[in-house]
């Protein structure tokens, strides 16, 4: 899952090294729109619809933390 | 009573008398009185002075979104002179030429700046730091400063908005203290501001709305508050913000709203108290927009039609009776002191139904473009319906209709332009950047998926150019907003007999999901 995810970030945002941030929200690599399609993608890829109230900064800081809010939200390994 | 002349009477002549010790901002942990905003501005007014610069004159700004760009503005105001509000994120490349059209005699700035601004060609003594040029040490005198004011017309600029252009050089729309005067006074009386408007800010210092929402806060004393750009990827939190700033006022694009709806936001935590909601820019899709009416019953629903170059919009829609999903709300009627006329393909006016160029007449027109004769002379034309003396309208590009119950209904574009994200965008400028930026690439058509609102490219090359590759480079050229999300190469483009790319066949495959060869 930790690769998968990987790939999704390095598509939406090619241009930067996603494994040397511990942030990737407070280091502005995913701005507003770049959550949207991130999101957006990640429910198509695993099919599920991840929660609205989920969708905070947090929950997108690291690879880590987006496994643990798609596994939160049913998604499978 | 004497005709208003400037914006700034409404700050002088109402809200500074009225309520100087309001809150006119709030950005982040910091808030400024109407009071504290005067006397900023009239600060930074006095440093631009005393640069010896006239009156009329463009003065730009590179800050951040917030309390800085709206004290700076107000000094250039107050100095007599014209803001022009630069987006801090854009390529170096495309801010040099814009700047370098523009000319601007003087950039206020902060020392965090000073670098990248050298970099683009700005000697440092054309650059106010905004840190000392409102520092309490700065004195200034009132008299002096609305002096400046004096010979002022209303029909001077208050400011320059830049917008894409389809060549590849931005238009630098030049608007004007009467058409925002006129737009402020028929927003207050039709949409019922009143004093105590807490303004949610979403849009960037660079588009118009901001600078409504400025005129909102001289006319009558409304709060703005910033909301933090880095809540923007997150609607739950955005919608906590609202309610725990008490705002009850927002003019957005729809694109945040659309999210907002799409994750049932406003189902899952407190319903902010908004009482105005107000949207512009692209289409609001009626489902999501029935969201948010039940989710917040109270609130009145306004939408707002208009491109910049009428100064901020000209026709309006005040949502009332009930629309089902797949109903297309109307645009609406004609805004106070606007006309709309809408033109067929023979310059006549459209009947009911029938499909027209939507134009407009009123004091709302921009001045036309900064140093751009060409460009003005094509979308600022003399009405065909008036020969009689010269009289301007501005074409928008926008096909239109009226229905029978004399609502205007907005069709789409004529030509390639597009809303994505609440921008406007040139689909011409962005090719003109791939083909500039690529070398490898040999042709290049870009186009616009609407149902998932994607910017595609598709590009001519010998071989397949690496994806990351490409984002980067067009990066240094276009704002982000503008870099194509998917792309697709083809050995060779279709053509049609004359030669020329065939662009409705690659946009009737992109619609229709078809194969592209």
Redesign the interface.
């Known amino acids: 899952m930790e690769n998968k995810i990987l790939d999704l970030l390095?598509?939406i945002r090619?241009?930067f090294d996603f494994q040397a941030s511990s942030d990737f929200?407070e280091d502005g690599m995913?701005?507003?729109?770049?959550?949207?399609?991130l999101v957006d993608e990640l429910d198509r890829h695993y099919g599920i619809s991840i929660?609205?109230?989920d969708?905070?900064?947090e929950n997108f800081a690291s690879v880590g933390a987006i496994r643990a809010v798609l596994l939160k939200n049913g998604a499978r390994e | 009573m004497s005709m208003q002349i400037n914006v700034l009477e409404y700050f002088e002549k109402n809200t500074l008398l009225r309520s100087p010790r309001k809150t006119a901002i709030i950005d982040g942990e910091k808030s400024y009185t109407h009071k504290e905003v005067e006397v900023l501005a009239k600060r930074i007014a006095s440093v631009i002075a005393r640069k010896g610069i006239g009156t009329r004159r463009p003065v730009a700004v590179f800050l951040p979104k917030g309390a800085g760009v709206v004290v700076a503005d107000l000094g250039i105001a107050y100095s007599g002179n014209i803001y022009v509000n630069l987006d801090i994120k854009s390529p170096a490349q495309r801010m040099k030429r814009l700047l370098d059209n523009i000319g601007p005699d003087l950039v206020i700035t902060a020392g965090e700046f000073e670098g990248s601004l050298a970099g683009l060609g700005l000697a440092a003594d054309r650059l106010i730091l905004i840190e000392s040029a409102a520092a309490e040490d700065v004195a200034y005198d009132n008299g002096e400063i609305l002096s400046r004011l004096e010979g002022l017309l209303d029909t001077d600029p208050l400011c320059i908005i830049n917008t894409s252009g389809s060549t590849g050089l931005q238009k630098s729309v030049v608007l004007n203290h009467r058409s925002f005067i006129d737009f402020t006074d028929w927003a207050v009386d039709r949409l019922r501001i009143g004093e105590d408007e807490v303004i949610g800010s979403l849009s960037p210092v660079f588009f118009d709305i901001y600078s409504f929402e400025l005129c909102l806060m001289l006319a009558r004393g409304s709060t703005i508050v910033f909301i933090p750009?880095?809540l923007?990827?997150?609607?739950?939190?955005i919608v906590e913000f609202l309610t725990r700033q008490g705002i009850n006022f927002i003019f957005w694009v729809p694109t945040?709203m659309v999210?907002?709806a799409?994750?049932?936001?406003l189902g899952?935590?407190e319903p902010p108290p908004l009482r105005k909601v107000i949207f512009a820019g692209e289409v609001f899709p009626t489902k999501h927009l029935n969201y948010w009416r039940r989710r917040l019953p109270g609130a009145t629903f306004v939408n707002l039609y208009g491109p910049i170059e009428i100064t901020l919009d000209c026709t309006y829609y005040v949502l009332e009776r009930e629309f089902s999903d797949d109903e297309p709300v109307p645009i609406g009627f004609p805004c106070r002191n606007t006309d709309i006329l809408i033109l067929n393909d023979e310059d006549r006016p459209a009947g009911t139904g029938e499909p027209g160029e939507l134009c407009v007449r009123g004091t709302g027109l921009a001045m036309g473009y900064w140093n751009d004769p060409v460009n003005t002379a094509k979308a600022f034309v003399r009405n065909p319906l008036n020969p009689h003396y010269p009289e301007t309208i501005y074409r928008t590009g926008d096909l239109v209709y009226r229905n029978e119950r004399s609502e205007i209904m907005f069709i789409g574009r004529k030509d390639f332009q597009i809303k994505h994200?609440g921008y406007r965008i040139e689909l011409g400028e962005v090719e003109h950047a791939v083909l500039s930026a690529i070398e490898a690439i040999d042709n290049a058509c870009v186009l616009y998926h609407k149902e998932k609102k994607e910017i595609v490219l598709v590009y001519e090359a010998k071989k397949e150019i690496p994806?990351?590759d490409l984002?980067?480079r067009l990066?240094q050229l276009l704002p982000?907003?503008m870099i194509p999300?998917a792309f697709h190469r083809l050995a060779e483009m279709p053509r049609n007999p004359n030669g020329k790319i065939d662009r409705n066949l690659l946009n009737s495959r992109l619609q229709e999901g078809r194969p592209w060869t």
């Open positions: 390095k598509g090619p241009e929200v995913l701005d507003s729109f770049d959550i949207v399609t929660d609205g109230i969708i905070v900064p | 750009d880095k923007a990827g997150f609607p739950a939190r945040v999210n907002i799409n994750l049932d936001i899952k935590v994200l994806l990351a984002r980067q990066l982000k907003y999300t």
